[in-house]
């Protein structure tokens, strides 16, 4: 069964429009003029014994970290209100480098900066393939190999993405959403395939904004299929109207979904009295 998002039949206001235009040229100028390359952080050998633990050979846990985002949280504190930590699990030999990685969630994190969702920080754990296999090859997306290695694998912090060699029946990419996902550890995941690195693969999409890594995040944290084929978006369902483009009401369905936190500003307390973050306001 396909699923799709019904059109709206709700005209945007002047707030929307606007809301519209100043998200897409920050995310567009912030892009361009800062193609940062990402950092590891921190090395966690201390959770490569869950890894060992299920039978996979030779883990490496460290923490990403996007620059993009962080030097913005640093110019701007006040414009993120909420944050994602996805995880990241990088099987070797698939193709895909810890650079390529780094560089796919620095782009997805500019993108949902627009709806102030701070994806600042990452654990990626690198692992060879599981099974004895070579190399990961899923045979049957939704039906196969994605199942048996997500229900294998360690319980980590949700969304996962994994990154893998590529399927047996052209996938490039897909998603395991809740409405299309029954509960369990195969749900709120994205598989992305080396595809995707391949400079061929590109030239097919109309739009060069567009990140797959950002449009299968979308599916999850929004819990929705593609908007109609005639709408350029995040969710667009083809290659000419997919692109970087999230509408306010697509921000506001991100923000309330459930893995995505809440940033709480601190509180000073001093002495008797609580101060509240100072404010530009007056």
Not at 40 to 54: A, C, G, K, M
Not at 213 to 229: F, I, M, S, T
């Amino acid at each position: 069964m396909t699923y799709f998002s019904k059109p709206s039949d709700v005209k945007f206001t002047r707030t929307k429009a606007i809301f519209r235009l100043a998200t897409f040229v920050f995310a567009a100028l912030f892009w361009f003029q800062v193609q940062a390359e990402p950092r590891v952080t921190t090395s966690h050998p201390e959770d490569s014994l869950s890894w060992i633990q299920r039978g996979f050979k030779n883990p490496d846990v460290k923490t990403f970290r996007s620059t993009s985002i962080s030097d913005l949280a640093a110019q701007r504190p006040d414009h993120f209100t909420h944050e994602l930590t996805p995880t990241l699990v990088l099987f070797r030999h698939s193709g895909w480098s810890e650079l390529h990685v780094g560089r796919a969630m620095e782009r997805v994190g500019v993108i949902y900066a627009q709806c102030g969702i701070k994806i600042e920080f990452s654990k990626i754990h690198i692992v060879d393939p599981p099974f004895g296999l070579k190399s990961v090859v899923i045979d049957k997306p939704y039906a196969g190999l994605d199942v048996k290695i997500a229900e294998a694998i360690p319980t980590l912090p949700k969304p996962i993405f994994f990154f893998v060699e590529k399927s047996m029946n052209g996938y490039t990419a897909w998603a395991t959403p809740r409405f299309h996902t029954p509960p369990g550890p195969f749900q709120d995941g994205a598989w992305m395939t080396a595809s995707i690195l391949r400079p061929a693969y590109w030239p097919s999409f109309k739009d060069k904004s567009y990140s797959v890594e950002a449009h299968e995040l979308a599916h999850v944290l929004g819990n929705r299929n593609h908007v109609p084929d005639d709408v350029r978006n995040i969710l667009g369902g083809t290659m000419g109207t997919g692109n970087d483009q999230i509408t306010s009401e697509q921000c506001e369905a991100f923000r309330n979904f459930d893995l995505v936190k809440e940033i709480v500003p601190e509180i000073t307390v001093v002495g008797s009295r609580t101060l509240a973050p100072l404010s530009d306001s007056h």
